[in-house]
């Protein structure tokens, strides 16, 4: 069974950093595209917004035009984590951050639907 755990979320200031990771266990396959979504305070559950998203085999990786240059993904396939760098961070990203995964995937998948299992969210707070 695939399980994915957050952590490193905080509250910060604007224009701080954190760096959050998600630890995976029990995926089989190195074909697996991971995604990092968050759901702003009062949003629904539909209304997540897919922030960044990482073939893990192929290495590619794409970003939301509201964080590009901001926020960073990496990865330690020895670890089996994946991190996302979040730079000059703003009021407006506060959220709870998830990360989820889809294996047997060599391509990005954008859609938050297309992704399980997800893990249980860290919650970043941007705030002066």
């Known amino acids: 069974q695939v399980q994915l755990v957050e952590s490193g979320g905080g509250s910060v200031q604007p224009g701080g950093s954190l760096r959050l990771s998600c630890v995976v266990s029990?995926?089989?396959?190195?074909?697996?595209?991971m995604a990092w979504f968050r759901q702003a305070p009062g949003k629904k559950r539909e209304e997540r917004e897919g922030?960044?998203?990482?073939?893990?085999?192929?290495?590619?990786?794409d970003y939301a035009d509201a964080v590009k240059d901001r926020f960073i993904s990496s990865q330690d396939n020895a670890k089996k984590t994946v991190y996302l760098q979040m730079n000059s961070l703003e009021p407006e990203d506060t959220a709870t951050y998830y990360c989820?995964?889809?294996?047997?995937?060599?391509?990005?998948?954008?859609?938050?639907?297309?992704?399980?299992?997800w893990g249980p969210g860290t919650q970043v707070t941007v705030s002066s």
């Open positions: 922030v960044a998203y990482i073939d893990i085999g192929g290495g590619s990786t």
């Open positions: 989820a995964a889809v294996g047997g995937v060599r391509w990005l998948l954008r859609s938050q639907w297309e992704y399980a299992p």
């Open positions: 029990g995926m089989t396959t190195d074909s697996v595209c």
